[in-house]
């Protein structure tokens, strides 16, 4: 919880998660997690037709776990109840088992499967669906690539580099974490937006590591909470 003498920052990822989520050493910086409102949007770089037709980029099976994915945020609204369940589901389709995500409920201790599985299979699951393609869609710069990471509406583009950064010199509470006193954040030289934007030189070797040390970071704080205990 944050405290009452804090400020809460909006990091907004919009994600295709089997295209980047793979392991990565940790990073101990559980403590941002106590400044961020975090927020998974779970669409990635699918397109919607007139008809109000889904067409994964990465197929059939993208759209399913997408959308189970916004059934179990749409259940569990705290990420520290829905981040664990996609934590273990991404980390099955990172290991080429995708049709055995399922099996995440019993890792977890989740007993009650129901409303997850009712949801995905009903047409609330696809509204779903179609809200996150209208958050990803209404995007100001537009995203051209996944993961998109927005810190208060800010997109920090493919500089990952400065990811924490970024949180860091955007806090504006008085109880800041420890992680951002450290030297290597609080100097780091933040380039101008408009030259991120410009800046597409080898993108895919930028991208995934800006989702490997978020999901790192983020991984450190469910460990430190013993929620990925089961994953």
């Not at 927020?39 to 770089?45: A, R, S």
């Not at 664990?84 to 589901?89: A, Q």
């Not at 006193?181 to 408009?194: A, G, L, N, P």
């Not at 070797?205 to 909470?225: F, L, Q, Y």
Request: proline residues 5%; hydrophobic residues 30%.
């Amino acid at each position: 919880m944050v405290s009452s003498n804090t400020l809460s920052l909006s990091l907004t990822l919009f994600l295709s998660f089997s295209s980047f989520f793979s392991p990565s050493q940790s990073h101990n910086k559980e403590d941002l997690l106590s400044i961020v409102d975090l927020k998974l949007v779970p669409w990635g770089n699918a397109k919607l037709r007139d008809n109000s037709t889904i067409v994964c980029q990465h197929g059939e099976d993208e759209c399913l776990l997408d959308t189970v994915e916004g059934c179990a945020i749409d259940t569990w609204p705290q990420p520290d109840k829905h981040f664990p369940f996609i934590y273990c589901v991404e980390d099955l389709a990172h290991q080429g088992r995708r049709k055995e995500w399922e099996s995440c409920y019993e890792k977890l201790g989740l007993l009650d499967s129901s409303t997850v599985n009712d949801c995905y299979q009903s047409e609330h699951g696809k509204e779903l669906h179609l809200k996150h393609a209208d958050e990803t869609n209404a995007l100001q710069p537009p995203h051209t690539y996944v993961p998109w990471v927005v810190v208060d509406g800010e997109p920090l583009y493919d500089d990952y580099r400065y990811f924490i950064s970024y949180i860091c010199k955007a806090y504006k509470g008085t109880d800041a974490p420890k992680s951002c006193s450290q030297t290597s954040y609080i100097t780091s030289t933040v380039r101008e937006v408009e030259a991120k934007a410009n800046d597409s030189f080898c993108l895919m070797e930028k991208v995934i590591p800006t989702w490997n040390k978020i999901r790192s970071t983020i991984g450190s704080w469910m460990n430190h909470k013993n929620l990925a205990g089961a994953i």
